[in-house]
Structure formats: C-alpha cells, structure tokens
C-alpha cells in the first residue's frame, strides 16, 4: 500500500513510498511534505502549535477587573448587596487566573520572542505580579471585614485603593500586550 504525503503549504496529497522532489501543485520542495496517514493527528498537531495560551489567559484578568469595577460601581448606585459580593467573587477568580495567565506569558516570551530581554517584558512581568500582591490583599481586606465598604475608615479606601490600582494594572497589561503583538513583529523583523 503506498503511503501518503501531503504539501504543508498548499495541501496536495502525493501517493507513492516517497514524497516527490516538487509539490506538482504549488512548487514547494521535497521538505515541505509531511507524511499524511494520520489526518487527524495532524489536525490536532496543527492545534497545538497554533494554540496561544496566553492569549486566552490573559483576557480573563483583564475583562474580569473591568467587570469588577463596574459591578462596585452599580453596588455604590443601587446599594444592592448581592452586587458587592460578585465583586469579591471575581477578584477571587482573577486572583486564582492571574499566576496562569503569568506562567503563559513567560512561556510565549520564551517561544515566541526567544526571551529577548526587553524592558516591555520585564514590565509586563512587574505589572502582572502588582496585580496578583493588590488582588490577594484586596482580598484579604474584604475577608476579614465583609462589611468593608460600608464600614468606612482607612481599610475601606486601601481597598477600593487597591481595586483602582489593579484596573491601572490591567489596562497597562493590555496596552503592552497588544503592542508585542501588532508592532513587535514589524519591528525587528530579522
Ligand atoms: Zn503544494
């Protein structure tokens, strides 16, 4: 039975023990050719490979903060209490994505950017442990005191400190992600 290869570039299947020194279809060389007998490895292959964890991680931080805030923001409006509570819930989900989406960052600087050491990634880094240090004492405040915000005095302002700082944190994040990824590879091209 002859095996089967296809062109990684334009996806032709070439029948026959070995792969043919030029793709017939799109001219691509011998070396383009993978072998094609499991399709289905490949295509979760391909998954993988094209799969940017950090990409997914960090957008749970930074659309959960923002949903945070907004949600204390309606608690001060409408004094709904149940609004209060979302907001320690999601600082708990944030809290416990953050060493993730941190851990998967360093990942695709280290694959994608050969770990250049470049300010941006030192900064990112920083912004991200600031983040996780306000978010665990956040925490840490409405924990101990649930009826923070009503309490008034100097925890309540460290808190809502806190929460402004971490909003600060996440735009910045996201302001140097979207950097790395629209202008860093135009840049330095090699
Ligand atoms: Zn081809």
Known sequence: MPRRWKCTVCGYIHEGEEPPDVCPVCGASRSKFVPAESEDMNLLHDLIANFHPHS???????????????FLLLYFVT??????????????????????????????????FDGRRASIFFKKIGLALTLLLLGLVAIVLRYGQPELLIAGGWRTWLYLLCLGGMLGCVMLLGHYGSKLVFQWHGQHRA
């Open 79 to 112: 004094g709904h209490t149940g609004l209060e509570i979302t907001v320690f819930w999601l600082l708990l989900v944030v809290v416990a994505v953050i060493p993730v989406s941190l851990a998967s960052g360093i990942y695709a600087w280290q694959k994608h």
């Open 56 to 70: 997914v991680a960090a957008h749970f931080p930074s659309g959960l903060v923002p949903t945070s805030a907004m």
